[in-house]
């Protein structure tokens, strides 16, 4: 179906455009969202017509949008959640979630603005797209941790799985030696630890 643009399509084209595309897309997407109208006689008449107030409104859009974006950019939204020892989530992170988190830090965005490709199932720390207008996007952090302090040291640049992992294979070594005395376990250990880390080095 051929279509004319009223806004910039990501990858389709610009205002006033006349492009092909799919009919199921301009049926179900372009067409009630007001993004396009159907290329024909009538509407290429009212579109001329009308062109200069649809731009101006385009840009007086992007100027909000623009506002906006300079408050939402490099934002980090943290969010509790719980998980399994291996990092996965129980249940998942959405753009509702998101939606949610960005309105408690005083943001007030449609779900449409978010980009969330698929719901983020690990605790970690990700890069989310806002488009906040066609022509403006900007990046917010998303981390999810399932704790404040393991926030902080995802914030910080830590993989806390990796750390944690790390703790608990200390932790075994320590506490193996079932011969050693009452209080000497961890001295052992260290030991241990001391003799095994120097062939290696």
Excluded: C, W
């Excluded at 179900?28 to 509407?43: F, I, T």
């Excluded at 290429?44 to 906006?68: G, L, S, W, Y």
Aim: glycine share 6%; no cysteine; hydrophobic share 40%.
């Amino acid at each position: 179906m051929d279509i004319i643009l009223l806004e910039r399509v990501e990858k389709l084209g610009n205002i006033g455009d006349v492009v092909k595309v799919k009919d199921g897309f301009a049926r179900n997407y372009l067409l009630p969202n007001k993004k396009a109208l159907r290329s024909n006689e009538a509407n290429r008449k009212v579109f001329e017509k009308n062109r200069e107030r649809i731009v101006a409104e385009n840009a007086e859009r992007r100027t909000q949008a623009e506002a906006e974006a300079k408050t939402v950019d490099g934002i980090t939204l943290t969010l509790i959640r719980q998980s399994s020892n291996t990092g996965q989530l129980y249940g998942s992170v959405a753009v509702r979630d998101l939606i949610d988190a960005l309105e408690a830090d005083g943001h007030k965005l449609p779900k449409s603005a978010i980009a969330l490709n698929k719901p983020i199932k690990a605790i970690g720390m990700y890069e989310v797209k806002v488009a906040l207008h066609p022509e403006v996007s900007v990046t917010i952090k998303v981390n999810v941790a399932r704790s404040p302090e393991e926030a902080k040291m995802q914030a910080d640049g830590v993989n806390v799985m990796e750390a944690m992992f790390e703790k608990d294979e200390a932790g075994f070594v320590e506490a193996y030696d079932p011969n050693a005395e009452p209080g000497a376990t961890a001295e052992v250990g260290a030991g241990d630890n001391q003799a095994e880390a120097q062939p290696e080095a």
